[in-house]
């Protein structure tokens, strides 16, 4: 009986010893997370030389300066194209005024694939290009051709439609081509000044195409088709959309696009996605190239901002990135 109590004792003593030695094994275990297995999708291979040809026929009319020739052209053109994807397209005329007093015709063209689907989701680009180059040493006040600040971001949209035509989706995409957003006061000091901009995306922020629109989210593209391109994370996407831009950053380095897609954030820019965001409420993000520090690439509204400046593999990057969008969204799995 004794040795019994003995051997008890003993066993008590390293039971409890075991007991200390591992104390909260079961509470530390942590819950198994089950990820929802991702369908492996076949994505459309994004075709640069179809996109860089949008983007020399975009700059082959000229700088696409409101109530110009060059302009009505290119407009023309672009819904020609658009329609013949089989987008739904809208031209929303407007009048603005500039900062200078001169009156602006204006018209955001809005290209939309099943318009009636109830998830959306906006693909932008501004199709206007600056009146003036006022970054450069010469002919500062003459107007710009834009190849990379406008035309790119709108070039790769274009191949993105006639993507789309081939393999449609069961989501709505909304291709919306802001007109007079780089018209804007060169010095942007005040929120009056940072106002200058932008005017086609205020006014469709204001008085959306369709009455109660609204998209689940928008990516902006903005200046996309330069050498060794650098898309930090903007300041107004991170603060407006920050579950996305994590989103499609994370997606970029999964495709290994990690070295144009910086994991760095980077000062605000006065951009169409600033309006929509504070006008209208749909996060936005920008997808731009933007230096950590200062201004912007060299050729920024200068006249070297020509068909030279622009790298077929910055788009194709960009725009197969933009394809695997669409299609992981229309399954649900972004
Ligand atoms: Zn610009």
Redesign the pocket.
């Known amino acids: 009986m004794k040795k019994i109590l003995i051997y008890l004792f003993i066993a008590a003593i390293i039971a409890a010893f075991i007991f200390q030695s591992c104390p909260d094994q079961t509470v530390n275990t942590p819950p198994k997370v089950v990820e929802p297995e991702k369908k492996v999708l076949q994505i459309p291979t994004f075709d640069k030389d179809s996109s860089f040809s949008f983007i020399d026929k975009q700059v082959s009319f000229g700088p696409r300066v409101p109530n110009t020739d060059a302009h009505k052209k290119c407009r023309t053109w672009l819904v020609e194209k658009l329609k013949s994807y089989g987008a739904t397209v809208i031209e929303q005329e407007f009048k603005a005024t500039q900062y200078t007093g001169k009156q602006l015709n204006g018209a955001n063209i809005i290209a939309s694939f099943n318009p009636n689907a109830p998830k959306r989701i906006i693909i932008s680009a501004?199709w206007d290009?600056?009146h003036v180059a006022d970054q450069d040493e010469k002919d500062k006040e003459k107007p710009i051709l834009?190849a990379d600040?406008?035309a790119s971001g709108v070039g790769v949209i274009i191949e993105l439609a006639r993507q789309l035509k081939a393999k449609p989706t069961e989501i709505g995409v909304d291709m919306i081509l802001f007109d007079a957003?780089?018209l804007g006061k060169d010095d942007v000091q005040t929120m009056e000044d940072m106002k200058t901009w932008c005017l086609g995306s205020q006014y469709w922020a204001a008085n959306p195409h369709v009455a109660g629109y609204h998209a689940k989210y928008g990516i902006l593209l903005?200046?996309v088709g330069a050498t060794g391109a650098r898309f930090a994370k903007e300041e107004f996407s991170v603060k407006y959309a920050r579950e996305f831009v994590d989103k499609i950053w994370k997606l970029a380095a999964s495709q290994g696009y990690g070295s144009y897609f910086a994991t760095e954030e980077t000062g605000g820019v006065t951009d169409d996605h600033y309006f929509v965001n504070t006008i209208s409420g749909i996060p936005m993000l920008d997808i731009i190239n933007k230096p950590l520090e200062g201004g912007?690439v060299k050729h920024?509204?200068t006249h070297n901002d020509n068909m030279q400046a622009i790298d077929k593999e910055t788009i194709r990057v960009v725009g197969q990135l933009l394809l695997h969008v669409i299609y992981n969204e229309n399954e649900g799995q972004l």
């Open positions: 501004h290009s600056r834009g600040d406008g957003e780089d903005d200046m912007f920024w509204h």
